[in-house]
């Protein structure tokens, strides 16, 4: 059988880390690099497969999604949640600044 | 150049719902930072999300109000994205198949022209929470009372053409979403954001120009602004030769400008799959059934209901049947005074005004439908005038009673005694005798305005309390008398 790999280049992984926030050290990238691209080796070969029949699947479990009825559960429990954060003032966490 | 400009507009719609859509933290608004953010909603670890069929139900009915396909089996996506505000690092959104499809609604502009536009598609999501970015000694103070909230996203297709149509979408989709009761559509508070795409291109031209959209507008009027502004930029742009950049930018609305956000440099890359902590959401084409048949009469219908049983024109009854709390009122008053006219009027010039004036919604006027009915009543039944009408409602406003008592300790009655209206009808003729011949002299036209003159006269006479019809056949009968002297 024939495998056409897949190209994924540095620049991709590099991409791909910095959406993910995945530090991945300089040296490391053209190993981590090589080491995808035999995973979607792997996925080319099972591209392959004739599925033009098949639905694509959402979930593998043969369920169907249960609904919950509109109704508040859950108390306020912020007490208990924030003295377990970092930092909290006012009653909001407070995280390093974002600027937009 | 001749620019056409084209607009599809997202609508995020806050639902009506009592709890989050995927945890069971209350959603209400206003509450004292992160006291409705349970673990779900914080993404502590091993935390499933659980549907709320409420959050299902309102998107169907919205589905149904806009004849769209309801995807009977859809399917949630992770939307995958960085922000503090977002502590999972995705949003659970729809991606490949929403849970309402193709549908459409029309609007109507001042003209009173009819467009139609198409809705691509609406999906459930959850909301992200809020970021504060002022006064944390340079840290950004997060809330996420917000997260987890249910919001229908709503799709338009690019049928848009100015800042008037996008303007009358928003508000024929406001009167829809709150009518059928789905959503409060409280601007103000966030409960419908809009994001515009806008793009132009030359008059007659097939395709699309390079779009910009702008992000988080979130009031009709600056909607209407931003939309000026940013065919401004974009004209400006390309008649210098220069080309729009696809990207995103934000309204300042205290400024007046759109601006690029660069922060989503790298975004923009959601890289979307299928949320494995939620099975498919499979609905029975039964209870859709169901929900179509206990859905509330649409503003639509509404109005055209208006106009064939009150007789209201078209005008009337689109203010009327717009939002459902005016139209319940309005129907509420019609029922009690028995007159659609009378009540179509008060209820948008004299209720509307007052309102608008006391900055209060209708749920807070001071009179209610019976109280407003009862006074229309006194009209109708002729015991005052219209405009005596007008001090008894201001009192009623001020809150001196109903219009009954208010009448009565005024004394505002109308005179409808003939023998005192005789009275002064004769009084007025007799103080002014200049008038009275130059009536007698005059031709039918001129006739007309100097009677306009002894009505003024004798209806200040009455302080206003005279019947006014009374009042003009009394007139007319004594000013024939004082011409048939000389005939005589």
Known sequence: ?100 | MNWEVVIGLEVHLQLATESKIFSGAATRFGAEPNTQACAVDLAMPGMLPVLNEQAVRYAVMFGLGIGAEIGLRSVFDRKNYFYPDLPKGYQISQFQEPIVGRGHFDIQLEDGSVRRIGITRAHLEEDAGKSLHEDFHNQTGIDLNRAGTPLLEIVSEPDLRSAEEAVAYLKTLHSLVTSLGISDGNMAEGSMRCDINLSLRPAGSETLGTRAEIKNVNSFRFVEKAIHHEIERQADILEAGGQVVQETRLYDAERDETRSMRSKEVANDYRYFPEPDLLPVVIEQSWVDSIRASLPELPAAKRERFIADYGLSAYDATVLAAERPLADFYEAVVKHCGDAKIAANWVQVELLGQLNRSDLTLNESPVDAQALAALLQRILDGSISGKIGKQVFEAMWAGEGDADSIIEARGLRQVSDSGALEAMVSEVIRANPEQVAQYLAADENRRKKLSGFFVGQIMKLSKGQANPQMVNDLLNQQLADAGGHGDT
């Open chain 1, 1 to 100: 059988m024939v495998v056409n790999r897949m190209t994924v280049h540095q620049d991709d992984i590099e991409k791909l880390a910095e959406l993910a926030r995945l530090r991945i050290a300089p040296e490391a990238v053209a190993e981590v690099t090589d080491r995808i691209a035999t995973i979607l080796g792997l996925v080319d070969q099972l591209q392959s497969v004739d599925t033009a029949a098949v639905e694509p699947m959402a979930n593998p479990l043969d369920a169907v999604q249960r609904l919950r009825s509109d109704a508040v559960t859950e108390d306020n429990r912020r007490e208990a949640f924030q003295a377990i954060a970092p930092a909290v003032e006012n009653g909001l966490y407070l995280v390093p600044k974002v600027i937009d």
